[in-house]
C-alpha cells in the first residue's frame, strides 16, 4: 500500500507534525510519500524528512504524479 501524505501547511509546527505522522504509517509497513507546499521549516521537519528518506520513502515528490501511485492521501493544512 502506498499513503501520500499531502503536506499543505505553511504552519512550522504543523508542517513537523505531518511528517512525523508520516513516518508512524511507514511502521504498519506502509510505502509513504511526501508532497511539500515549500520548504522544511523547522530542524524537526528536517530531520523527520531525512529519516523517512534513509527508510526508502520519497520527500518532496510532484504532488500530481504521486496521486496517480496512491492508494491512499492523508492531507494536512
Same mark, same amino acid.
Not at 6 to 31: C, F, K, M
Not at 45 to 62: E, I, K, Y
Given at each position: 500500500m $502506498?499513503?501520500?501524505v499531502a503536506v499543505? $501547511?505553511?504552519?512550522?509546527?504543523?508542517q513537523a507534525e505531518a511528517l512525523r505522522a508520516a513516518l508512524g504509517l511507514t511502521l504498519r509497513g506502509a510505502s509513504v510519500e511526501v508532497a511539500l507546499a515549500?520548504?522544511?521549516? $523547522?530542524?524537526?521537519?528536517?530531520?523527520?524528512a531525512d529519516t523517512l528518506t534513509s527508510f526508502g520513502h520519497a520527500v518532496g515528490v510532484d504532488l500530481a504524479a504521486a496521486l496517480a501511485r496512491a492508494d491512499a492521501v492523508e492531507v494536512w493544512t
Amino acid at each position: 500500500m $502506498t499513503i501520500l501524505v499531502a503536506v499543505r $501547511t505553511r504552519d512550522p509546527h504543523r508542517q513537523a507534525e505531518a511528517l512525523r505522522a508520516a513516518l508512524g504509517l511507514t511502521l504498519r509497513g506502509a510505502s509513504v510519500e511526501v508532497a511539500l507546499a515549500g520548504p522544511l521549516l $523547522t530542524p524537526l521537519a528536517r530531520r523527520a524528512a531525512d529519516t523517512l528518506t534513509s527508510f526508502g520513502h520519497a520527500v518532496g515528490v510532484d504532488l500530481a504524479a504521486a496521486l496517480a501511485r496512491a492508494d491512499a492521501v492523508e492531507v494536512w493544512t
